[in-house]
């Protein structure tokens, strides 16, 4: 299946800094990348995604880029508030509809 | 966004025993459900796939025998954990998604104890 890897692990930024979080897959069949943001104790919810026909997508404070050629993509977060520290996950999704989850990114925003 | 309801959300049972996880999408069609483990600080291990009415694929590693899912309506997919063992406790969380390749959405998840 896919192998999705997601860097950083963990990331600290002080507040009203951006944060960038890279992840890579290696199906090259795959062809939509949703982000998800998982609070303590709560269900990822869906912040945005991207599928394989665009290269950047931006909503407010956050915008995602994929380069398909090198299969990695990123999630670019402006402005950072305490309310966006929180544990980050990419996913890759191809043919068989299965999404794989890259490790996570713990992102704590300093106030 | 669409509704996925998982329950229950907290379970405890004794080695042995075969525990039932439902995962429910309240107000969409489910083509495909996805069951995920999810370890302490970790991610989101995907254990199987499930599409209604056909049987589930699951990724290497995870024993199908062990971990029988059921998706037997548009709305409804089921996990049940066979004779479970400490090693099995864990948090199981399910993701359901109406089309190909469209955002999945997740369930409250199920914290599972086995003593």
Redesign the interface.
């Known amino acids: 299946g896919e192998n999705v890897e997601q860097h950083p692990s963990t990331l600290s930024v002080q507040e009203g800094d951006s944060a960038v979080i890279k992840c890579t897959y290696s199906d090259s069949a795959s062809n939509y990348f949703p982000w998800y943001k998982q609070e303590l104790g709560k269900r990822p919810q869906l912040i945005i995604d991207i599928r394989s026909n665009v290269g950047e997508k931006k909503d407010q404070r956050i915008a995602v880029t994929l380069n398909k050629t090198a299969k990695h993509f990123s999630l670019h977060i402006t402005e950072t508030q305490p309310e966006d520290s929180a544990v980050y996950f990419c996913a890759a999704s191809g043919t068989g509809n299965q999404f794989y989850f890259g490790t996570g990114t713990s992102l704590t925003v300093i106030p | ?1 669409a509704v996925v309801s998982q329950h229950p959300s907290r379970v405890i049972c004794k080695s042995g025993t075969s525990v039932k996880i439902e995962c429910r999408s309240l107000d969409f069609q489910a083509t ?1 459900m ?1 069951w ?1 483990r999810q370890f302490p ?6 254990m199987a ?1 499930s599409n209604e009415g056909s049987k589930a ?1 699951y ?2 590693g995870v024993e199908k025998d062990k971990f029988l899912i059921n998706h037997a309506s548009l709305t409804l997919s089921t996990l049940t954990v066979t004779s479970a063992h400490p090693e099995d406790s864990s948090f199981y ?1 399910c ?1 359901a ?1 109406g089309q ?10 199920t914290r599972l104890t086995v003593v």
């Open positions: 966004g495909t996805f995920y600080k970790q991610s989101l291990m995907l796939t694929t990724e290497q969380i993701s998604s190909v390749n469209t955002e999945a959405f997740f369930g409250q998840g």
